[in-house]
C-alpha cells in the first residue's frame, strides 16, 4: 500500500496551513539579497557569487554560526532594507502555507553598529501589514535580547520595546547560548511580564537542560528548541505536565551539529512526555530548508503518520499567540485538509 508515499506526505504537508513560531528575520537573508544590499549599501563583504556565499554555509557549531549570521547582516542598512528582507521571507511562508509567523528579530545586532532602532522596526513593520494584506498572514513580533551582550543594554532594549507596544507582541532570548544563562535576565524578565510581554526564550539548543529549566523559572510560554531536554528524564516530566511548547527546528540542529542525524530525532520522545512539539525553520537559507522542508525532513526521518503530521500542525496554532478567533479560523481550515485527506486514502 503506498498510503504514505513522500510524494503524498509532501502535499499533505503543503497543503496543511501552519504556523511558524521559530524564525528570525535576520537569519531569512538570502544570499541573492546578501549581495544585492552590499552593492546598494556600499559593504565590503568578502564573497562575489552566489556559490561563494553558500560555500561558506558549513558550521562546525553555533558559535561559528553566529559568526557568520552577524556579518551577513552587515548588509542591512535602512528601513527600505528591513521592509524588503521581511518581504522576501512573506513570499515564501505564503508559498509553504504558513498563516500566521510570530517572527523575531535582533535590534540590538542593528543599534550596536549605528542602524537606528527605529528604521529596523518600522520596515518589518510595514512589510508585516503589508503582507497581511497580500497573503492573509498574520502576524506577532518576537523582539529578541541578544543574551552575550550586557543586562544593562537589554534594558536599554526593552525600554524601546515598551515605546513600541503596539507592534511587538514578544519578548525574546537568542544568540550564543553557552555562559549566558536564562537567570541572567531575570529582571528584563520580570520587567516584560510586568509591561505585559508574552515571552519565550531559546534554551536547551547547546547549552545544558539545566537552562531550559531556568527559562522555565523566567517564566516563558515557550521553548525554544529545547532539545537537549532529552537528557534529562525529570524535566522531560515537569515540561509534559505543563504542557509546554518547544518550538523545534530539525534543519537547524542537524547543520549545527546539536543532532547526529534526524533518524534520532527525539520529537516522538517529547511529544509522548506532553510536550506540544511543533516545527520551525529557524534560519532557512543557512539550514538548507524552509518550514515544508524542514517537516518533510523529520516526517521521512521518522516515518511520521499523517496524523502525527496534522497533529503538529495542531500544535502549532493552539502554541501560537494568536488571537483565540484566529486560532479556531486556521484550526477549521486545518480540520478541512485533514477530513479530505482521510476521505481520499
Ligand atoms: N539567532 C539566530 N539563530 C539563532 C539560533 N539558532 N540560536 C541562537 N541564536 C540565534
Ligand atoms: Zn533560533
Not at 98 to 107: G, T
Not at 225 to 238: F, N, S, Y
Request: net charge negative.
Amino acid at each position: 500500500m503506498i498510503m504514505h508515499s513522500p510524494p503524498m506526505i509532501s502535499s499533505l504537508i503543503n497543503a496543511l496551513p501552519k504556523a511558524e513560531l521559530h524564525i528570525h528575520v535576520e537569519g531569512t537573508l538570502e544570499p541573492e539579497l546578501i549581495l544585492e544590499f552590499a552593492k546598494k549599501n556600499k559593504v565590503q563583504i568578502p564573497y562575489n557569487s552566489v556559490e561563494e556565499i553558500k560555500k561558506a554555509y558549513r558550521f562546525k557549531n553555533l558559535e561559528d554560526f553566529l559568526n557568520l549570521y552577524y556579518s551577513g547582516l552587515r548588509v542591512l542598512k535602512d528601513e527600505d532594507d528591513f521592509y524588503t528582507l521581511t518581504m522576501n521571507y512573506l513570499e515564501r511562508a505564503n508559498e509553504n502555507n504558513i498563516r500566521h509567523v510570530e517572527l523575531s528579530f535582533d535590534p540590538q545586532a542593528h543599534t550596536r553598529r549605528g542602524v537606528k532602532f527605529e528604521d529596523v522596526i518600522e520596515g518589518i513593520h510595514s512589510a508585516l501589514k503589508d503582507g497581511k494584506k497580500k497573503y492573509g498572514i498574520s502576524w506577532l513580533l518576537i523582539l529578541s535580547i541578544l543574551r552575550d551582550l550586557s543586562v544593562e543594554d537589554a534594558m536599554q532594549t526593552l525600554s524601546k520595546a515598551e515605546e513600541y507596544k503596539d507592534i511587538i507582541g514578544a519578548i525574546g532570548l537568542d544568540s550564543s547560548e553557552f555562559g549566558n544563562p536564562p537567570s541572567k535576565f531575570k529582571k528584563v524578565f520580570e520587567k516584560a511580564k510586568t509591561l505585559g510581554f508574552h515571552r519565550v526564550a531559546h534554551a536547551g539548543e547547546e547549552g545544558p537542560p539545566s537552562y531550559i529549566h531556568e527559562a522555565i523559572e523566567l517564566g516563558v510560554e515557550r521553548i525554544d528548541h529545547g532539545i537537549r531536554a532529552i537528557e534529562d528524564e525529570k524535566l522531560m516530566q515537569e515540561l509534559g505536565k505543563m504542557r509546554i511548547a518547544f518550538t523545534l527546528c530539525p534543519l537547524s540542529n542537524l547543520k549545527l551539529n546539536v543532532v547526529k542525524s534526524l533518524e534520532n530525532y527525539p520529537l516522538r520522545e517529547f511529544s509522548k512526555a506532553g510536550i506540544m512539539v511543533t516545527i520551525n525553520s529557524d534560519d532557512p537559507p543557512y539550514f538548507g530548508g524552509y518550514i515544508n522542508k524542514n517537516y518533510e525532513e523529520v516526517a521521512k526521518a521518522l516515518d511520521l503518520k499523517p496524523e502525527e503530521i496534522i497533529e503538529i500542525a495542531k500544535n502549532s496554532i493552539i502554541a501560537s499567540f494568536a488571537p483565540e478567533r484566529r486560532k479556531r479560523e486556521i484550526l477549521r481550515k486545518i480540520n478541512k485538509v485533514e477530513k479530505n485527506y482521510l476521505d481520499n486514502t
